[in-house]
């Protein structure tokens, strides 16, 4: 079992609609990252977080430590969010661990 | 204030080259750390450097894999006698401490013929 799961693996969605992505961790944590990326494309870094909720424009990221749970939410999906997005954490040590990704794709 | 470059973009070698992919952190940051993208898979950490130093090569290769972080100038990836298995990409980050939010650069994409 990977030590940090993502679900679902694939996602469609139309424009507009309500977007959640979710990752779920075994080990212990000091922080979450969420990142971007783009076919054949770098990776953006788009939340670190180890508590609550951050938003930033139309992404919103919550954590529960104690779940070992985090959520991405989109609001108002748009086309240009198609990307895989990814977790990962970071825990004792320095090096991220990463799911294995969500590739998201939206429709107009 | 300029992202993390790596460079090349692409690299070609054909089996039993070097390969040398070179990382330049963002400016202020001193910690650097390189992840390998295999075809379909996810991310998988390679090494963690500071400056002159290697902290964590957990995720290294015992063989033929190398990274530098010399006092002046870029970190190297370096991989000796390629083989069509390490065709990937690979990814440097930077921050500005170990406990710090990593930024990631555009990668650079290794094919071995």
């Known amino acids: 079992k990977n030590e940090v799961e993502q679900s679902p693996q694939n996602l469609t969605a139309q424009e507009g609609e309500f977007i959640t992505i979710n990752c779920s961790y075994s080990v212990g944590i000091s922080a979450l990252h969420w990142l971007q990326q783009h076919p054949g494309g770098g990776i953006v870094s788009l939340f670190m977080?180890?508590?609550g909720k951050k938003k930033h424009g139309r992404l919103i990221a919550t954590i529960n430590i104690q779940e070992k749970h985090s959520s991405l939410h989109i609001t108002a999906s748009h086309p240009r969010d198609s990307a895989v997005y990814i977790c990962?954490?970071?825990?004792?040590?320095?090096?991220?661990?990463f799911g294995t990704g969500t590739r998201l794709q939206v429709f107009p | 204030n300029a992202g993390v470059m790596q460079n090349p973009r692409h690299l070609v070698r054909r089996r039993g080259q070097e390969a040398r992919l070179r990382c330049s952190p963002m400016?202020?940051?001193?910690?650097v750390y390189w992840y390998r993208q295999l075809p379909e898979e996810g991310l998988k950490f390679m090494v963690y450097?500071?400056?002159?130093?290697?902290?964590?090569e957990s995720g290294m290769p015992k063989e033929r894999f190398s990274a530098e972080f010399p006092k002046e100038g870029p970190s190297i990836l370096r991989i000796q006698q390629v083989v069509r298995g390490d065709s990937a990409a690979y990814f440097c980050?930077?921050?500005?401490?170990?406990?710090?939010?990593?930024?990631f650069g555009p990668g650079t994409r290794l094919t071995v013929l």
């Open positions: 980050a930077s921050s500005v401490g170990g406990y710090n939010e990593q930024f």
């Open positions: 450097l500071q400056k002159e130093n290697i902290i964590d």
């Open positions: 990962a954490v970071k825990g004792n040590t320095d090096k991220l661990i």
């Open positions: 400016k202020g940051h001193s910690h």
């Open positions: 977080l180890s508590s």
